[in-house]
């Protein structure tokens, strides 16, 4: 993040939930979602949502996460009002969400006091930011922590079965050389693995 959002959010280092995370590049060919856990750190964004996102995400893009993906968080808001509309709209909105990112979602939108004297615009405003938080992260770790790498040698140089570059008789590319990516889970450890045997039968 950076530095002004960083402070905003640093207060909820250590809280994680089960987020819808998309990418929102200019080229549609690299749109992605994944439901998966995410976790705000001291630096930013992490947890497997976030980890198989930035396999598509581009320096100066945003992400949309969706803090509750399964809830209409308005007409939760709504029906807690219609209930009890003197409880706290962060005391509401922790019925959702971890109550530190409650807080902070409040504090944020500018949202305080008790449901009953809330405008519908504002719960859609809460809502907006539950599940349609759009943020733009303004670097990775780098390769100090990466799980993955991007790019390597085009697949289309290399012989599908062997793994034989085409133009240059005994040379062979495995693994992350290849521009070939998994998404977490194990898959590029697979790749690797395969990609290896495949060489290694004919090498």
Not at 108 to 113: D, I, N
Not at 139 to 155: C, H, N, P
Request: charged residues 20%; negative net charge.
């Amino acid at each position: 993040f950076e530095a002004g959002l960083l402070e905003t959010l640093a207060p909820l280092a250590g809280v994680a939930v089960e987020a819808r995370v998309a990418s929102a590049p200019a080229e549609k060919t690299r749109k992605a979602r994944f439901d998966e856990a995410m976790l705000f750190t001291h630096r930013g964004l992490s947890g497997p949502a976030i980890l198989q996102i930035s396999s598509y995400w581009r320096e100066g893009e945003p992400i949309v996460a969706a803090m509750a993906p399964d809830h209409d968080v308005f007409e939760v808001l709504k029906a807690a009002k219609a209930a009890n509309g003197r409880q706290a709209v962060h005391t509401a909105l922790s019925q959702i969400v971890p109550r530190r990112l409650a807080e902070n979602l409040c504090a944020r939108e500018g949202v305080a006091g008790n449901l009953a004297d809330l405008s519908d615009k504002a719960l859609r405003r809460l809502d907006q930011a539950v599940n349609a938080w759009t943020v733009k992260p303004v670097g990775s770790e780098g390769y100090r922590t990466a799980e993955v790498t991007l790019g390597g040698i085009d697949t289309a140089a290399l012989d599908q079965q062997t793994l034989a570059v085409k133009s240059v008789p005994g040379l062979y590319f495995i693994g992350e050389a290849v521009d070939v990516t998994g998404w977490l889970g194990g898959y590029n450890f697979q790749w690797a693995w395969s990609s290896g045997w495949a060489a290694g039968q004919v090498c």
